[in-house]
């Protein structure tokens, strides 16, 4: 089975500081999806940025970019310059396809808080 | 275009009550799900569906109903409601499985509260 682990519940930094969230998965698959979502006190969920397993080259997305570890099953978020409106709850998740359905598994996620 | 459109946001029902959690997408996507979330647990999922008239268990499916007439709906029943089924409900869409790295998209999410 699919788990997704993210060993920091909260985390603090200073606006324009840079911060990382730590993800791990577990998965005998070697086909899959990595995805990071934001939800702000909204509680919209917001996809910020999605990996494909079969990669090699780190996502980018302006400030956000993660460290994909395939060997490690590794899968950390940086989010650089930090800013206040990127407080917000932050979840991993995993999808693959198993005879042709899909399996999407998160994270308990982690609490981010980016203080003025 | 409305993305995934969730009805209604917030509600509290006494112990025993039903109800139907509304869901409608207008992507034309074939994948439709329903998740709840409660405090460090992430997201679970309920109930999901590839299509219309196809319909299938999640990881947390007892206590609740799901049905898909057509692609655009996908409601979420409650047929007798528990506390243990106080929670956040999110129901999240996606095209079909040949658009492999295409990520859900999500509603808004129902604040649920049972009495």
């Known amino acids: 089975a699919q788990t997704v682990t993210q060993s920091q519940p909260e985390m603090s930094v200073q606006e324009a500081e840079t911060v990382t969230l730590s993800c791990t998965y577990d998965?005998?698959?070697?086909?899959?999806?990595l995805f990071w979502y934001k939800q702000p006190p909204s509680r919209q969920m917001i996809l910020v940025i999605r990996?494909?397993?079969?990669?090699?080259q780190n996502a980018t997305e302006n400030r956000f970019s993660v460290n994909f570890q395939k060997a490690a099953k590794s899968f950390s978020l940086k989010i650089s310059d930090s800013q206040l409106g990127d407080t917000a709850m932050y979840f991993c998740?995993?999808?693959?396809?198993?005879?042709?359905?899909?399996?999407?598994?998160f994270g308990q996620g982690t609490r981010l808080t980016i203080n003025p | 275009n409305a993305g995934v459109t969730q009805t209604p946001k917030f509600q509290v029902l006494k112990t025993g009550q039903s109800m139907t959690l509304q869901c409608a997408q207008d992507?034309?996507?074939?994948?439709m799900s329903w998740y709840r979330q409660d405090p460090g647990m992430g997201l679970r999922l309920i109930h999901y569906?590839?299509?219309?008239?196809?319909?299938d268990q999640g990881e947390v499916p007892n206590g609740y109903n799901v049905s898909r007439s057509t692609t655009e709906d996908f409601p979420l029943r409650l047929l007798s409601a528990a506390p243990s089924q106080t929670s956040v409900y999110f129901c999240?869409?996606?095209?079909?499985?040949?658009?492999?790295?295409?990520?859900?998209?999500f509603g808004n999410g129902t604040r649920l509260t049972v009495t």
């Open positions: 999240a869409s996606r095209p079909g499985p040949t658009l492999y790295n295409s990520p859900l998209h």
């Open positions: 998965t005998s698959e070697n086909n899959y999806y």
């Open positions: 990996q494909e397993a079969y990669k090699q």
């Open positions: 998740a995993f999808m693959t396809f198993i005879q042709g359905a899909q399996k999407l598994v």
């Open positions: 992507m034309n996507h074939e994948y």
């Open positions: 569906s590839v299509g219309a008239g196809i319909t």
